[in-house]
């Protein structure tokens, strides 16, 4: 019982029956730094990173033309190619970086008619508050995954970054739970070379 307990409280957990897992990722564990923000610099700047952030400007475009909020905002690339864009994250290398641009925003100050979280909602210890603050739309990318092995046995699976895990079906039941309806789902980011990354709007009903 012992065994089963300390995995219970600190090892991965799959419910199958609302397709939706969690990792207790601690938080003294997290490797937000500057060396994690230039990682991703660096990956944004390739031919698939400019293609990643015109797709995810197009799923945007299809539905809404305001101003956005985008939480986590891995190298800052969404926020720097769309207009109307800022940002928020907790990276304090990410901060800076928005903060010199003057493109910083607090995500739980007020209201954000729009919110995009490309894949960072899985970070979010508390994703329910975090997708609270939209007022109508919500794009997302994430992984997306048939089973809690497939879970294991993926390159998502990163005990010191991803908290929350979903199949296709548990998201959007999940984000029905929070008040939005799916709008839009493809598989854009994976047909450009992303393994079993989903892309999503939802709207606020």
């Not at 012992?2 to 003294?28: A, C, Q, Y």
């Not at 210890?125 to 992984?143: L, Q």
Request: aromatic share 14%.
């Amino acid at each position: 019982m012992k065994l089963f307990t300390e995995k219970m409280h600190r090892g991965f957990i799959w419910l199958p029956e609302i397709g939706m897992g969690h990792f207790p990722v601690m938080s003294d564990n997290r490797p937000y730094d500057a060396a994690y923000f230039a990682k991703y610099q660096a990956m944004a700047d390739t031919d698939l990173g400019r293609e990643l952030t015109a797709a995810r400007i197009q799923l945007v475009a299809r539905h809404y033309t305001g101003p956005v909020l985008d939480v986590g905002i891995g190298a800052g690339q969404f926020v720097d190619s769309r207009q109307n864009t800022c940002g928020y994250d907790v990276n304090p290398a990410g901060i800076e970086w928005l903060e010199r641009r003057g493109l910083w925003a607090d995500l739980y100050a007020g209201r954000h008619t729009a919110l995009s979280f490309w894949e960072s909602l899985a970070h979010i210890a508390r994703p329910d508050i975090a997708v609270a603050r939209a007022g109508r739309w919500v794009f997302v990318s994430v992984p997306a995954f048939a089973s809690g092995d497939h879970v294991l046995r993926s390159k998502h699976f990163k005990k010191t970054e991803h908290i929350w895990y979903w199949t296709h079906d548990g998201l959007v039941s999940w984000f029905a739970e929070q008040g939005f309806a799916l709008a839009e789902h493809n598989t854009c980011e994976s047909l450009l070379g992303r393994e079993d990354i989903g892309s999503y709007a939802f709207r606020r009903v």
